[in-house]
């Protein structure tokens, strides 16, 4: 399993779709107060969808609560600023990716006593960053993949239902 941990989210629609992307990963997702919305937030339960049930949730009042809890976990922490790709990386089970706010990232002064556990997400240069929900999503992925894609559906079907032929139709 993967712990998601987001430290002082501000856009609620981000933290709707990683929930949803913790949902359909089975990854847990820590949020580290303060928070830029409430957890009522209409855009956030919009962005996640019905698939807020599926998702386990943990509030934490800073981020070092979160160690505090977890003082054996993997950490690794996702900077425009780390030396290394996430996908030199390899992933253990049960670890946390640490992602930081929007507008600023993670704080310098956090990694630079863990910047050997820093990675980032490879990008030309003049390009500041991804998003966070679809960064979140990229490493997610990539530490799920190297792990099997364990207890993960990996194989889809044809349902049989047939849609309404539209004009892509006249392509195939």
Known sequence: MLHIVLVEPEIPQNTGNIARTCAATGSELHLVEPLGYKLEDRYLKRAG????PLVRVHVHSNFGQVLAEYPDAPFFYASTKAPRSYAQVAYP???????????????????????DRCI?????????SLNLSNAVAVVAYEALRQQGFEHMLQEGALTGRDEQPGAWMDYL
């Open 49 to 52: 969808l019905d698939y807020w």
């Open 93 to 115: 089970q049960d670890a946390f990716l640490v992602f930081g706010r929007e507008s600023r990232g993670l704080p310098e002064n956090l990694l630079e006593r863990v910047y």
């Open 120 to 128: 980032r997400i490879p990008m030309v240069e003049g390009a500041r």
